[in-house]
């Protein structure tokens, strides 16, 4: 009786074993699979806040493992985005404002684009430093301070891309600028659109 008695008690040990081992990876991997679809559909739920969703979808979902679910984080990816887009932009402009056989009203309009972008670079790096830095206290102030900045940096994207319209440009020239210009104003609407989410939140 008592080694028939051990060996069902040794049986009975080992299937809760293996069925608690079993149910402990299967969580695991569950989990990990799920991740990414979370991580993925968090971006486009956010991303569905803004003027430009599908841009907004577009530029943030490769960072999907790095924002993971955190309104703080997709805000701060989105002024990345934004920054690295009016960085490569004014670079751009700056060389082709060098360029030979443009019109001085071309040119004009090129090298004030080139300083709004400047400043608008400015803006969007002030943002992110501070939203990086933001510790606990003061939460209203930081995020009043990264609203007001950006705001700025799209009212310089406008401004940028006035100087571009009317006739009296080179249509190509125009036309390539002008795209570049909206779409960074895109992605600063965005990113705006993000970090008023995160402030909502947040409070």
């Known amino acids: 009786m008592e080694p028939s008695f051990s060996k069902h008690f040794f049986t009975s040990s080992l299937i809760v074993l293996l069925f608690t081992t079993c149910s402990i990876f299967c969580s695991i991997s569950a989990a990990r ?27 943030l979902s490769s960072q999907a493992s790095v924002i993971q679910t955190s309104p703080k984080l997709i805000a701060c990816a989105a002024l990345n985005v934004t920054l ?7 670079t751009m402009m700056l060389k082709l404002s060098h360029g030979h056989g443009m019109k001085p009203r071309e ?6 684009c080139v300083e709004l972008l400047s400043d608008s670079v400015d803006e969007l790096q002030r943002s992110i430093s501070k939203m990086v830095n933001f510790r606990s206290s003061g939460f209203e102030l930081m995020i009043s301070d990264v609203q007001t ?4 940096a799209l009212t310089d994207e406008g401004t940028c891309s ?3 319209a009317g006739n009296g440009l ?8 002008r ?10 609407s965005n990113a705006l659109a993000l970090i008023n989410r995160y402030a909502s939140v947040h409070s």
């Open 179 to 188: 795209g570049r210009i909206v779409n960074i104003a895109q992605l600063t």
């Open 162 to 164: 006035d100087g571009f």
């Open 170 to 177: 080179n249509g190509n020239l125009k036309t390539v600028v």
């Open 149 to 152: 900045w950006v705001s700025a």
């Open 84 to 90: 690295s887009s009016a960085r490569s932009t004014s």
């Open 33 to 59: 699979d799920l991740a990414p679809k979370t991580n993925t559909e968090f971006i486009k739920t956010s991303c569905g806040a803004t003027t430009y969703p599908k841009l907004c979808v577009a530029s």
């Open 107 to 112: 040119v004009a309009a090129m090298r004030d």
